[in-house]
């Protein structure tokens, strides 16, 4: 970890873009007095806070063929190997991780992913995916309602122990988020989220989203997974499961007891 202060790097650089290029040696001069003396080392045998970044030398070439290649692709007709490797190298994932078939793309149904930049964005398209489906279904069980009526009845759940993200993407997607209580052992059990659906419900909410969080980031505690699927498919509320943590373990067939109930997620 660096030992430098908040702002250090400022008085370093100029204040504004150089006019003029400078030499290589130059630049490698500025990378290791401005640049390496703020850097935290998450690759250091030392470091144990967050999570190893796991990178390789098949990663740093793959990095440069990638820049090099430099497509944009933001669909099929944008680049096409782009997009069809995603899906295909998504499906490879799956399978590492034992994940059921309906989730792969090659099942022919509605599975399938595609890469974000960041777990906290996979958190909020997946809560935005809710919102939608759950938004369509109210309307045509009461067409008087308008969108904001709506709205405003929606709530969310999840771990207290859940990463920082997942109440931030309720805050993104404009509704309400409740961090329910865990266990003796942190995790998330079924019985307290249906206590907590059926207090809303007496309220006049409507329970729309809940998030599994398979890895605690504070304790690498693991969620009744199996419980929550029972609650929320008897409800038709849309399961997300955030294994941005520690999902990699899953590729190891001994951890896989930990997903058990995966197949009743809906992302």
């Given at each position: 970890v660096p030992s430098v202060k908040p702002g250090y790097l400022r008085p370093l650089v100029p204040e504004q873009a150089p006019q003029q290029p400078e030499p290589w040696t130059a630049v490698m001069e500025d990378i290791e007095r401005v640049i390496m003396s703020g850097v935290t080392h998450w690759h250091s045998p030392r470091f144990h806070a967050y999570f190893p970044t796991a990178n390789s030398y098949p990663a740093i070439v793959a990095d440069m063929l990638s820049g090099a290649i430099a497509c944009i692709g933001f669909s099929w007709i944008a680049s096409p190997a782009c997009t069809e490797l995603e899906v295909v190298m998504l499906d490879w994932l799956g399978q590492m991780l034992g994940l059921p078939e309906e989730f792969l793309a090659r099942s022919g149904g509605e599975g399938g992913g595609v890469i974000q930049g960041t777990a906290s964005e996979a958190t909020l398209v997946a809560l935005l995916g809710a919102k939608s489906r759950m938004m369509q279904?109210?309307?045509?069980?009461?067409?008087?309602?308008?969108?904001?009526?709506?709205?405003?009845?929606?709530?969310?759940?999840?771990?207290?122990?859940?990463?920082?993200?997942?109440?931030?993407?309720?805050?993104?997607?404009?509704?309400?988020?409740?961090?329910?209580?865990?266990?003796?052992?942190?995790?998330?059990?079924?019985?307290?989220l249906r206590e907590a659906m059926d207090e809303d419900i007496r309220k006049g909410l409507i329970p729309f989203y809940v998030v599994a969080t398979l890895g605690t980031t504070s304790s690498c505690t693991f969620d009744a997974l199996d419980e929550l699927g029972d609650v929320c498919n008897s409800r038709e509320v849309w399961l997300h499961v955030d294994a941005a943590y520690a999902g990699s373990a899953f590729i190891c067939?001994?951890?896989?007891?930990?997903?058990?109930?995966?197949?009743?997620?809906?992302s």
């Open positions: 279904r109210v309307k045509e069980q009461h067409p008087e309602w308008t969108e904001n009526d709506i709205l405003s009845k929606f709530v969310g759940y999840s771990n207290k122990q859940a990463h920082s993200s997942v109440e931030r993407a309720g805050l993104l997607g404009g509704v309400r988020f409740r961090n329910l209580q865990p266990d003796d052992k942190r995790r998330l059990r079924g019985e307290t067939p001994e951890y896989r007891y930990l997903m058990k109930g995966i197949e009743k997620a809906d």
